[in-house]
């Protein structure tokens, strides 16, 4: 097992899912991708957490995001719990939810943790660029549901920074202020890039209005 870190290329697969046989590449194509696990089915923490990413998948949409869940569960099962989440959650969940009976997609990406639980996965998020390329990582216990919004945060960010030479403040929000990159010192440069201006605080703190994307 190999522990993957941000820069990796994320690891392909071909799993059966509550849609039927993915390759999770091909699946991903030219968008950005969310893959997040879930301990097992018919869980309550869980059942919060695929309801909501449903709620708000026009916004996954809007930033050409897919996203993608796993369980250990088998496909069957998924979807007799989708049709739970649907109900309690008043939505519909139409993103795949793998099944990952034999761990193959559990022990690839690191998401069962042998001293919380040897049998279930724990709450792993992997954020994955076109390139296939893992930009986000993070990792919650069983018991805590996790901020979804905050994904949506990050995949802001993320576009942002990648297409100008800015950086984001602490609790960034889309609109907010943001951060001039270091590297930039050529003043002609600066007045193409940042035609709002900055207001440098220090040499190494200019803070300018969010660009447009």
């Known amino acids: 097992m190999t522990t993957l870190r941000l ?17 999770f590449h091909e699946f991903l194509g030219d968008s950005w991708g ?19 990413t449903a709620i708000v998948a026009g916004e996954f949409a809007k930033r050409n995001t897919k ?24 939505t519909k969940v139409d993103f795949p939810i793998l ?35 893992i930009r986000l990582t993070f990792t919650y216990p069983a018991s805590t549901g996790r901020n979804f919004n905050e994904i949506l945060r990050v995949l ?13 403040p602490v609790n960034w929000q889309d609109g907010d202020d943001v951060i001039i990159a270091p590297s930039l010192k050529d003043e002609a440069v600066l007045k193409e890039k940042f035609p709002k201006g900055y207001t440098a605080l220090r040499p190494y703190l200019r803070i300018t209005p969010q660009p447009n994307k």
């Open 34 to 52: 969310v893959l997040f696990s879930h301990p097992a089915d018919f869980t309550p923490v869980c059942t919060t957490e695929l309801g909501y």
């Open 99 to 133: 099944a990952d009976q034999d761990r193959k997609v559990s022990t690839l990406y690191d998401m069962i943790h042998p001293n919380a639980s040897t049998t279930v996965t724990v709450r792993s998020v992997f954020v994955i660029d076109p390139a296939k390329k």
């Open 67 to 90: 996203v993608i869940a796993v369980s250990v569960d088998d496909a069957e099962s998924h979807r007799k719990w989708i049709e739970d989440i649907n109900d309690t959650q008043k």
């Open 7 to 23: 820069g990796d290329t994320a690891p392909d697969f071909e799993q059966d899912s509550s849609i039927g046989r993915i390759r």
């Open 156 to 168: 802001d960010s993320l576009q942002l920074t990648d297409s100008h030479s800015v950086a984001t």
